[in-house]
C-alpha cells in the first residue's frame, strides 16, 4: 500500500540538542511522533479524544530507525509520515526527518491499536481506515 507522506515542519531548538549541539537522537523519534499525531489529525482525528471516547490508543510497538547526517541547532526540518501498510491491529509507517534535500534520519515504526483500559489489540477503528485509505 503506497501513501502519500504528509509533512511537519520542525524548527531545532536549543532542548533539542546534546551537548555537542547535534540533535540528541532520540529527539528524532519525538519528532516522528509529532508528525504521526499531526497527521492524524489533519484527518480530523483526536487522539485524546480517541482515547477518552472509545478506549482506543496507538502503541508504538516496533521502530527501527537510520541515522544518517546530524541536524543542529535552528535547523528547519521537515518530518514526513506516510502510511505504509494498513492491518486490522497495526499500522505501520516510514518517516523521514530531512533537512531541505538531504535525508537525516528515516524509520519503519510499528503501531498497534489497543483497548485504552487493558491495552489488549483492538482492530482499528473503521473511521480511521477509511481515512488512511482515502488519504493515499
Not at 499525531?37 to 477518552?52: I, K, M, N
Not at 472509545?54 to 506516510?82: C, E, G, M, W
Not at 509507517?93 to 483497548?115: I, N, P, Y
Request: aromatic share 10%.
Amino acid at each position: 500500500m503506497t501513501h502519500r507522506a504528509f509533512i511537519w515542519p520542525q524548527r531545532v531548538y536549543y532542548q533539542h540538542t546534546d551537548a555537542g549541539g547535534m540533535v540528541f537522537h532520540t529527539r528524532y523519534l519525538d519528532f516522528m511522533e509529532c508528525a504521526r499525531t499531526e497527521f492524524l489529525a489533519s484527518l480530523g482525528f483526536d487522539l485524546g479524544a480517541l482515547a477518552r471516547r472509545a478506549h482506543v490508543l496507538f502503541v508504538v510497538h516496533s521502530a527501527r530507525i537510520d541515522y544518517h547526517k546530524p541536524a543542529q541547532l535552528n535547523d528547519r526540518l521537515t518530518i514526513t509520515a506516510r502510511v505504509s501498510r494498513i492491518g486490522r491491529v497495526r499500522l505501520e509507517f516510514e518517516q523521514q526527518v530531512r533537512r531541505g534535500e538531504h535525508v537525516l534520519a528515516s524509520a519503519t515504526l510499528g503501531l498497534a491499536c489497543v483497548d485504552a483500559r487493558d491495552y489488549k489489540p483492538v482492530a482499528l477503528p473503521e473511521a480511521i481506515r477509511k481515512k488512511l485509505q482515502e488519504a493515499s
